[in-house]
């Protein structure tokens, strides 16, 4: 259980929050892995993250699927609501979108290790995937499948 001296630094869970102008000026937030030193995996999946065509203005749609094994913090959980949906009308590729997401958690957290598959709904015919990982995944890990269908309509 998280004691109240470790959410005291919490700027968003626990008070009314506004969702912010785009990434850049998302906060993300950390709280101490209450379970450190034990080697673990944390998933958090996203199935209706937006966001929007930079040349063309048109909403993207993916399925994120993010996976880390955390050292001393975790990710608020709240917080990376927030900046998910801080996507909603940012232009940018689909590319950029996912690494972005990888990059800033591993900014914020230095986790052991962390992978993210963004599975992008077709725009023009094409679904387009992307994925990144900080590394091969620490060997005895177990390691789900993400789950995401190959597009055949995802579903």
Known sequence: MTTS???????????????????????????PNPQAGVRY?????????????????????????????????????????LFLGSFRNHGAFHEDCTV??????VDLLDPEWLRIGGYWYPRGGIPIDVFYATGAPPEGLWLPDQGVPPYRGRG
């Open 5 to 31: 001296h470790e959410t005291t630094t919490l700027n968003q869970l626990g008070h009314p929050t506004a969702q912010a102008e785009g990434p850049d000026s998302a906060l993300l937030e950390k709280v």
């Open 41 to 81: 995996l944390i998933r958090f999946v996203c199935p209706e993250f937006t966001s929007v065509c930079p040349v063309t203005g048109q909403p993207d749609f993916a399925h994120l699927v993010i996976d880390y094994v955390p050292r001393d913090f975790i990710v608020e959980s709240k917080s990376l609501k």
């Open 100 to 105: 972005r997401i990888a990059r800033r958690l």
